[in-house]
């Protein structure tokens, strides 16, 4: 019964009744190991108890004010985000795209209000992915997210992945570098620390502002809170989404006082931002983090997984390479990908693929040792469905 509904989405034939942990149950029963977390969104696994108590109080407390008014919850997490990020202050949205969307106004405005009026230009990166709004599809410089919706949002220009042409790309209208530390959606790619290192160096000398896109590989994801502290790196602003809320939809932009003060009151602003069930949910998922220790756990978890992957890269022809960090891993095959995704599904493994050709696996942060060694058998009896031939084995 879907003829109601938009073809915007590709679906699988599959419909979740229910989900705890690592694990989703659909319609008939079966069960399923979730290595997909919602794309990078519930990063404690499904309906931790903690997210879930923290909804329930909530609701039943207060939903919604608007922000005309004081809200206690969401000055707490702006406290906390801001310990974890070293940055200054928050302002709260619904999702990543939005996130993004506040980062761009916010980096305009403050360059335009400290350099005039010729400062607005951002630069991003090539197979990057910021959203799906007409800017943030702007930003992303893919025909595959932009075709067909001309004019696209002018003031960003595309820059490939040398630290050289960047520099050379800089001119008098640039005002930012707008990039992921680990570019999810264009295929599990992250970005070297050195890398990192010379576009922080660059956005110094030449006065730009750094902001990163955490909002896929924040929140653990990557084994720290937040990817680019393994880069030893600070953004001037720095977005979220996905696993803030484990869940729930929240998106965050953070930046550092003297940028974050371009934003003054009618500026910029989001009816359902920040309201005291969303920020229920995310104080919940960011104590979990802590009291369950999960960041350490996490870069175990995906030194293990690596291992295994590996393992199987180096046991099957068809599997060419392993990307990724912490638990955003990918794979790259000689094939299309699709194959081996729908053979995972039938025998009770959820994946993703990254492009066309990459593996991605993103299980819960909370992951077991026992569920990486059953995901691996699972995807490994798939890989050998799809080609039937063995080498070594
Ligand atoms: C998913 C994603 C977005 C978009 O987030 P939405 O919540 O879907 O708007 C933006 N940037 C990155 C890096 C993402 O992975």
């Known amino acids: 019964m879907t003829q109601h509904l938009m073809s915007n989405y ?3 034939p599959i419909a979740f009744e229910r989900g705890a942990g690592t694990r989703l149950y659909d319609e008939a029963g079966n069960e399923y190991i979730d290595f997909t977390s919602g794309i990078a969104v519930t990063n404690l696994g499904h309906c931790h108890p903690n997210v879930t108590r923290a909804i329930q109080e909530q609701a039943a407390t207060l939903v919604h004010t608007s922000n005309l008014f004081q809200i ?44 005039g009026e010729h400062k607005y230009e951002i630069l991003t990166l090539e197979d990057a992915f910021h959203g799906r709004t007409l800017a943030t599809v702007s930003a992303t410089p893919r025909l595959k997210f932009q075709e067909g919706f001309a004019p696209l949002v002018p003031g960003f220009r595309y820059v490939s992945k040398d630290l050289a042409e960047i520099e050379a790309s800089i001119g008098a209208h640039t005002c930012a570098i707008l990039l992921e530390a680990v570019q999810g959606e264009g295929g599990v790619l992250p970005l070297s620390p050195e890398f990192l290192q010379g576009i922080r160096a660059l956005c110094d000398q030449h006065g730009l502002l750094l902001i990163l896109d955490e909002v896929q590989t924040g929140i653990g994801r990557t084994g720290t809170m937040f990817a680019y502290q393994q880069a030893g790196i600070q953004p001037d602003i720095l977005t979220l989404a996905k696993a803030l809320g484990n869940g729930i939809p929240v998106g965050a932009t953070l930046a550092k006082a003297d940028v974050a003060s371009a934003f003054q009151p009618g500026t910029h602003g989001s009816t359902f931002g920040g309201t005291p069930l969303v920020m229920a949910a995310v104080l919940a998922t960011l104590d979990t983090i802590e009291s369950e220790n999960l960041l350490d756990h996490a870069t175990e978890m995906g030194v ?72 691996m058998k699972i995807l490994e009896h798939a890989v050998q469905e799809i080609t039937e031939t063995i080498t070594n084995a």
Request: one cysteine or more; aromatic letters at 4%.
């Open 10 to 12: 590709g679906r699988y």
């Open 304 to 375: 293990e997984l690596g291992l295994r992957l590996q393992g199987l890269i180096e046991q099957y022809d068809c599997l060419l390479e392993l990307r990724g960090l912490g638990l955003l891993r990918g794979v790259t095959l000689d094939r299309p990908v699709a194959p081996l995704v729908a053979k995972c599904q039938e025998l009770g493994l959820l994946v993703l693929n990254a492009g066309e050709k990459t593996l991605r696996l993103l299980p819960p942060l909370n992951v077991s040792s026992q569920d990486i060694h059953l995901a």
């Open 72 to 115: 206690r919850k969401q000055e707490e997490v702006a406290a906390k985000l801001a310990k974890l990020s070293g940055l200054d202050q928050a302002f709260f949205c619904n999702s990543g795209a939005e996130a993004n969307e506040a980062a761009i106004k916010l980096a305009r405005k403050h360059s335009k209000e400290k350099y």
